[in-house]
């Protein structure tokens, strides 16, 4: 079965973790896990310069391993993300930003990649 | 690729721990892709859709903009959850959109025949 997952908080809420694990649960399984897409609030676990103490979670290097396992698509969505300040280079440079912080791994989409990604898994889980 | 039957759940309020108009944009969004979709608005997502908005108290912009474009969208099944409306005090009168309301049995009618829930 293609499972995509929709993660719409916070990388410091457990439900950011919780996501996290059901995806490693996929990608340990027989099915495949086609797309994480974060949004709303969610897209805050794509930024690189969190620094949470070392015995804490790191939600963007949890991410980042996850995608460098089974190359799974990490998209942000880059509306949520410009307005929350989660960007790449490309769209730093578009607003005039003199940072970009989005982590290794992700990359900035549109808000169709959500209904492609419910369209072609047979299940869209949301966290959020 | 035949089109997919998509229901999107809203069960935040506006102005919340989420952007109502992020929440409705995600909807405007998929009407771009030719699949059929159907909105269920229930629980505190009641609120959404509650007419005369004042949000430029708490600074914020109304969602009533984001709904009215709905019908240019052709986003046109819309559905209210009867259960949480009552419990809220909110009758037909005081909603901004043309919507079904739906009792507990039409609601597990509606989510079965779909595709994919998007749940926001």
Known sequence: MIFSLAVYSSPSSTISYSAWQFAKSIQNSEHQLYRVFFYLEGVYNANQLMTPPTDELNMAKLWKELNAEKSTDLCVCVAAGIRRGVVDKAEAARHNLNAFNLAEGFEIVGLGQLLDASVKSDRLVTFG | ?120
Not at chain 2, 84 to 90: D, H, K, Q, V, Y
């Open chain 2, 1 to 120: 690729m035949q089109p997919k039957n998509l229901l999107f759940v809203i069960r935040h309020s506006s102005y919340g721990l989420f952007p109502g108009r992020e929440i409705l944009d995600a909807i405007l969004a998929a009407s771009a892709y030719g699949q059929n979709i159907q909105v269920l608005f229930m629980d505190e997502g009641i609120w959404q859709i509650k007419s005369d908005q004042q949000a430029n108290l708490i600074a914020q912009k109304s969602v009533e903009k984001n709904l009215a474009a709905f019908e240019i969208y052709e986003i046109e099944e819309l559905f209210v959850c009867e259960r949480s409306a009552l419990e809220r005090g909110i009758s037909a009168d005081d909603i901004s959109v043309d919507a079904q309301w739906l009792n507990t049995a039409s609601i597990q009618a509606l989510l079965s025949k779909q595709d994919q829930i998007l749940s926001f």
